[in-house]
């Protein structure tokens, strides 16, 4: 009895084991399915609309309506259920009809006797060597219509191979359409969708990080694309993915569309993005060679300046396929047929512009001698300079240019002299110019000689105190035993302060990414010369945040001070800050609300070691949304201590006539008086949390007549037991409505008009925690209310005299 339930139990293991794997002894029949070991994706049989036909194909297992992501079977459909998918006698995944015949097959040469086939939880279906483990084949390289995450597309420049995208026939025949989508990369990698081998959209080269001719597309996008590029001169277009919540895909539609969607958890629905090609000027070649489109104009269609129609009659029907030709011959072309040289061509300079195909990479390394290289060469008629593709030339026609509202490149055309703004001046003119900028001259020269007298006193006067600021600057930092990196070396890692590595800028200056020369990613706060703040929140911030270690503290690695250049080296945050995708249409879809409320958390923990755990009592005194960075996992990170102040043991509050903060996150008694505690932290806390429970910035309510800030529509919408117009609608869920209910709650009790009034940074954790349970009902929350003897034309001169800034408050006299 006991031999047979163990065996019982061994072979309910085997079936369970077996849900998402097909072998040889366990098939898949129609109807039957299996899932993917996290129940993310679906393997089955199934019916387009309007058909009877049979196929098999992977879909998201837990989406209506049903998604279908790759096709095996496409142009061999069953014409009855009798389908089985299986592995044959050869170790190959075939599907096989009622007949026995074989369908499909994964057509691996080097099959082996003994394999098996599992459904993965990012969709893709690998068929392994059972034995050694090695993948012998993978749903991934022969993709369908659809591109999800994970999944490449690969091109070989040797042999010209390419694994791309394939539309169906119809909505109701997934057979191999017309239209295909993949990777070129013979001169400089870009993409296309092709018609047959026709192209009709390309997405400009590959600069790094984006295609520089699809305007808005931004590299630090949690979903996006990415090339990598081996050393065989293979090519793969990656979709990738930092946040596991987020699911897109990107569909070949059968009438050559390029669909890109997400799912919506709120909604539960597949929400649409966009597409390419988004209009006429997507169109490639839509204008012909030498021809520039705009969406804007009518017609699109327009020559370049020194250009004209090749066909005027069919240009004034509108189709513009012919293109333009030059007006007047170059330079080069006037020689070889016995004409004058002439004066040297010039370049016509084209701004925020798609650039033509066929671009080629020269090896030129600035601006000025790429455009050396076009010159000095007959055949080039073209130039365009862009950060991380530098140098692009071209020789042939110019063809598929648009013009963009901004973005893009600016792209340099070769044209006669006589083709530019050339204008002579006359005599008359240039000798009254000549008299007039004479006497200019003379004046300048004198307040010159004046001025560097009072410049060389200054400059002596600022070197003797650069002299001192080093060495007062010397003894803290020995005393903060913080490493101190060289100039050079944090030349070298930002490449020299490339705006390619800028990641942002704030009061302090602007910041860049770089990476050390052991591989170290860090991010470098440049104090600016113009910057407001200087050496006094340059050493405020190294001396504190240099003695905290804590998760959810940003690490300060090292620091650089070597003459007028002051400079802070931290770790590198991925994500940037939570700004970046709190406000953001699209990138606040990443940020469910576990998510919210693991970021809320963690900001509370950062905040109670700076009041209460750490060796030092630190008042923040800038807390808001763009000091709180994200790393890889969006775990937040408080940074920005350059206005921080430490308290001493016994102090619980400190007075200040030099206010310092962002408008909107100081509290009231700071604001006005000067006075800041742990409350004020806590009210710039309560800001944030209702940021993050709506949202929208607590200014986004300026232009409103009923309330001044998000603090006030919090309040009036509590007030009226309207809690739920609060909630962002992106996180309103009913089954979190308790939790977020509450979160609100807290964040009105933080930003209550008296200090007194709101709870510790403790509390608000115990809150949060639903330690404590009963939370008491809010009082007047700080500027809630417009002054009620505000009439609407006051309220309205008000508008019009002030204005929104979002930048921090550095330095401010208190009443």
């Given at each position: 009895?006991?031999a047979?339930?163990?065996l019982l139990c061994?072979?309910?293991l085997?079936?369970?084991?077996?849900?998402?794997?097909?072998?040889s002894?366990q098939?898949?029949k129609?109807?039957d399915?299996?899932?993917?070991?996290?129940?993310?994706f679906?393997?089955?049989f199934?019916?387009?609309?309007?058909?009877t036909?049979?196929?098999?194909?992977i879909?998201?297992?837990?989406f209506?309506p049903?998604?279908?992501v790759?096709?095996?079977?496409?142009?061999?459909?069953?014409n009855d259920?009798?389908?089985?998918?299986?592995?044959?006698g050869?170790?190959?995944?075939v599907?096989?009809?009622?007949?026995?015949?074989?369908?499909?097959?994964?057509?691996?040469?080097?099959?082996v006797?003994?394999s098996?086939?599992?459904?993965?939880?990012?969709g893709?279906?690998v068929?392994?060597?059972i034995g050694?483990?090695?993948r012998?084949?993978?749903s991934f390289?022969?993709?369908?219509?659809?591109?999800?995450?994970?999944?490449?597309?690969?091109?070989?420049v040797?042999?010209?191979?390419?694994?791309?995208l394939s539309?169906?026939?119809?909505p109701?025949?997934?057979?191999?359409g017309?239209f295909?989508?993949?990777i070129d990369?013979?001169?400089?990698?870009?993409?296309?969708i092709?018609?047959?081998s026709?192209p009709?959209?390309?997405t400009g080269p590959w600069?790094g990080?984006?295609f520089?001719?699809?305007?808005?597309m931004n590299?630090?996008?949690?979903?996006?694309?990415?090339?990598?590029?081996?050393g065989?001169?293979?090519?793969?277009?990656?979709?990738?993915?930092?946040?596991e919540?987020?699911?897109g895909s990107?569909?070949?539609?059968?009438?050559?569309?390029?669909?890109?969607?997400?799912?919506d958890?709120?909604?539960?629905?597949?929400v649409y993005?966009?597409?390419?090609?988004?209009d006429?000027?997507?169109?490639?070649?839509?204008?012909?060679?030498?021809?520039?489109?705009?969406?804007?104009?009518?017609?699109i269609?327009?020559?370049m300046?020194?250009?004209e129609?090749?066909?005027?009659?069919?240009w004034?029907s509108?189709n513009?396929?012919?293109?333009?030709?030059?007006?007047?011959p170059?330079q080069?072309?006037?020689?070889?047929?016995?004409?004058?040289?002439?004066?040297?061509?010039?370049?016509l300079?084209?701004?925020?512009?798609?650039?033509?195909?066929?671009a080629d990479?020269?090896l030129?390394?600035?601006?000025?001698?790429?455009?050396?290289?076009c010159?000095?060469?007959?055949?080039?008629?073209?130039?365009a300079?862009?950060t991380g593709?530098?140098c692009?030339l071209?020789?042939?026609?110019?063809?598929?240019?648009?013009?963009?509202?901004?973005?893009?490149?600016?792209l340099?055309?070769r044209?006669?002299?006589s083709?530019l703004?050339n204008?002579?001046?006359?005599m008359k003119?240039?000798?009254?110019?000549?008299?007039?900028?004479?006497?200019i001259?003379?004046?300048?020269?004198?307040f010159?000689?004046?001025?560097?007298?009072?410049?060389?006193?200054e400059?002596?006067?600022?070197?003797?105190?650069?002299?001192l600021?080093?060495?007062?600057?010397?003894?803290?930092?020995?005393q903060?035993?913080?490493?101190?990196?060289?100039l050079?070396?944090l030349?070298?890692?930002t490449?020299?302060?490339?705006?390619?590595?800028?990641?942002?800028?704030?009061g302090?200056?602007p910041?860049?990414k770089?990476r050390l020369p052991d591989?170290?990613?860090i991010?470098v706060?440049r104090?600016?010369?113009?910057?407001?703040?200087?050496l006094?929140?340059?050493?405020?911030?190294?001396?504190v945040?240099?003695?905290?270690?804590?998760?959810n503290?940003?690490?300060l690695?090292?620091?650089?001070?070597?003459?007028?250049e002051k400079?802070?080296?931290y770790?590198?945050?991925?994500?940037?800050?939570?700004?970046?995708?709190?406000?953001?249409p699209?990138?606040?879809?990443?940020?469910d609300?576990n998510?919210?409320f693991?970021?809320?958390?963690?900001?509370?923990?950062?905040?109670l070691y700076?009041?209460r755990?750490?060796?030092?009592?630190?008042?923040h005194r800038?807390?808001k949304?763009?000091?709180?960075?994200?790393?890889?996992?969006?775990?937040?990170?408080?940074?920005?201590?350059?206005?921080a102040?430490i308290?001493g043991?016994n102090?619980d509050?400190?007075?200040?006539?030099r206010?310092v903060g962002?408008?909107g996150y100081m509290?009231?008694?700071?604001?006005?008086?000067?006075?800041?505690?742990?409350?004020?932290d806590?009210?710039?806390?309560?800001v944030?949390?209702l940021?993050?429970?709506s949202?929208r910035k607590n200014?986004?309510f300026?232009?409103?007549?009923?309330v001044?800030?998000?603090?006030?529509f919090?309040?009036?919408?509590?007030?009226?037991?309207?809690?739920?117009?609060i909630v962002?609608?992106?996180?309103s869920n009913?089954?979190?409505?308790v939790?977020?209910f509450?979160?609100?709650?807290?964040g009105l009790?933080?930003v209550?008009?008296?200090a007194?009034?709101?709870?510790t940074?403790s509390t608000?954790?115990s809150?949060?925690?639903?330690e404590?349970v009963?939370?008491?009902?809010?009082?007047?929350?700080?500027f809630?209310?417009r002054f009620?003897?505000l009439d609407?034309?006051s309220?309205?001169q008000?508008?019009?005299?002030?204005?929104?800034?979002n930048?921090?408050?550095?330095?401010?006299?208190?009443?």
């Amino acid at each position: 009895m006991v031999a047979l339930l163990l065996l019982l139990c061994f072979f309910c293991l085997q079936l369970g084991a077996a849900r998402d794997t097909i072998t040889s002894s366990q098939y898949v029949k129609d109807p039957d399915a299996i899932v993917s070991a996290g129940n993310k994706f679906k393997l089955g049989f199934f019916s387009p609309v309007n058909s009877t036909n049979r196929y098999v194909g992977i879909w998201f297992s837990s989406f209506t309506p049903i998604t279908r992501v790759w096709v095996a079977n496409r142009n061999k459909p069953l014409n009855d259920s009798s389908g089985v998918m299986t592995i044959s006698g050869d170790g190959n995944l075939v599907v096989l009809n009622g007949q026995k015949e074989t369908l499909w097959s994964s057509n691996v040469s080097n099959g082996v006797s003994n394999s098996s086939a599992r459904l993965m939880d990012d969709g893709n279906l690998v068929l392994r060597d059972i034995g050694s483990g090695n993948r012998l084949w993978e749903s991934f390289q022969e993709p369908s219509d659809t591109m999800i995450t994970n999944m490449r597309l690969t091109a070989k420049v040797r042999t010209g191979e390419k694994t791309l995208l394939s539309s169906w026939r119809s909505p109701s025949d997934p057979s191999i359409g017309t239209f295909s989508v993949g990777i070129d990369p013979v001169r400089i990698p870009q993409c296309f969708i092709w018609n047959h081998s026709h192209p009709i959209y390309r997405t400009g080269p590959w600069n790094g990080q984006v295609f520089i001719g699809i305007p808005g597309m931004n590299s630090v996008n949690i979903n996006g694309f990415d090339i990598e590029q081996d050393g065989n001169g293979t090519f793969t277009l990656i979709l990738n993915s930092a946040n596991e919540s987020y699911i897109g895909s990107f569909v070949l539609s059968y009438d050559g569309n390029f669909n890109e969607l997400y799912w919506d958890y709120g909604k539960e629905e597949w929400v649409y993005v966009g597409r390419l090609p988004n209009d006429e000027c997507d169109v490639y070649g839509k204008c012909g060679s030498f021809g520039i489109c705009n969406a804007k104009y009518s017609p699109i269609c327009s020559c370049m300046k020194g250009f004209e129609p090749k066909d005027a009659d069919e240009w004034n029907s509108r189709n513009w396929t012919s293109g333009c030709v030059r007006r007047r011959p170059m330079q080069c072309e006037r020689i070889q047929y016995g004409g004058e040289p002439g004066k040297e061509d010039g370049f016509l300079k084209l701004r925020t512009v798609k650039v033509p195909d066929f671009a080629d990479r020269s090896l030129a390394v600035s601006e000025q001698t790429c455009r050396e290289n076009c010159m000095n060469n007959c055949s080039c008629i073209a130039y365009a300079y862009y950060t991380g593709i530098r140098c692009m030339l071209w020789w042939e026609n110019l063809t598929d240019i648009r013009k963009f509202p901004s973005g893009g490149a600016d792209l340099y055309v070769r044209l006669a002299y006589s083709e530019l703004d050339n204008r002579t001046t006359s005599m008359k003119v240039i000798i009254g110019l000549t008299v007039v900028v004479g006497a200019i001259i003379s004046a300048i020269c004198v307040f010159c000689m004046w001025r560097r007298i009072a410049h060389y006193r200054e400059r002596k006067k600022r070197s003797m105190k650069i002299l001192l600021d080093e060495s007062m600057m010397q003894d803290d930092l020995n005393q903060a035993k913080l490493p101190l990196l060289s100039l050079p070396k944090l030349v070298a890692a930002t490449n020299n302060f490339d705006i390619a590595n800028k990641l942002g800028q704030g009061g302090f200056g602007p910041v860049y990414k770089g990476r050390l020369p052991d591989g170290q990613e860090i991010a470098v706060k440049r104090l600016s010369r113009a910057s407001g703040q200087g050496l006094e929140e340059f050493m405020n911030e190294v001396v504190v945040i240099s003695k905290l270690q804590h998760r959810n503290l940003v690490r300060l690695l090292g620091c650089c001070v070597e003459g007028e250049e002051k400079m802070l080296v931290y770790e590198y945050m991925p994500n940037k800050s939570l700004d970046a995708f709190l406000f953001d249409p699209l990138r606040k879809q990443l940020l469910d609300w576990n998510k919210r409320f693991d970021i809320v958390d963690g900001i509370c923990r950062g905040l109670l070691y700076l009041h209460r755990d750490s060796r030092l009592k630190i008042i923040h005194r800038d807390l808001k949304a763009s000091n709180i960075l994200l790393d890889e996992n969006l775990n937040p990170k408080i940074s920005d201590f350059g206005m921080a102040r430490i308290f001493g043991g016994n102090e619980d509050q400190a007075n200040t006539i030099r206010v310092v903060g962002t408008y909107g996150y100081m509290s009231p008694e700071y604001a006005i008086q000067g006075r800041f505690s742990e409350k004020s932290d806590v009210f710039s806390f309560g800001v944030l949390l209702l940021e993050i429970a709506s949202g929208r910035k607590n200014t986004s309510f300026y232009d409103c007549e009923q309330v001044s800030s998000l603090i006030g529509f919090a309040w009036k919408s509590w007030n009226e037991g309207n809690i739920g117009a609060i909630v962002d609608p992106v996180i309103s869920n009913p089954s979190f409505e308790v939790e977020v209910f509450r979160c609100i709650n807290i964040g009105l009790l933080c930003v209550q008009e008296l200090a007194r009034d709101r709870p510790t940074i403790s509390t608000v954790i115990s809150m949060l925690n639903s330690e404590i349970v009963d939370l008491p009902a809010p009082k007047q929350s700080a500027f809630a209310e417009r002054f009620s003897y505000l009439d609407k034309e006051s309220s309205e001169q008000n508008k019009q005299r002030y204005s929104i800034n979002n930048v921090s408050i550095t330095a401010l006299e208190a009443r």
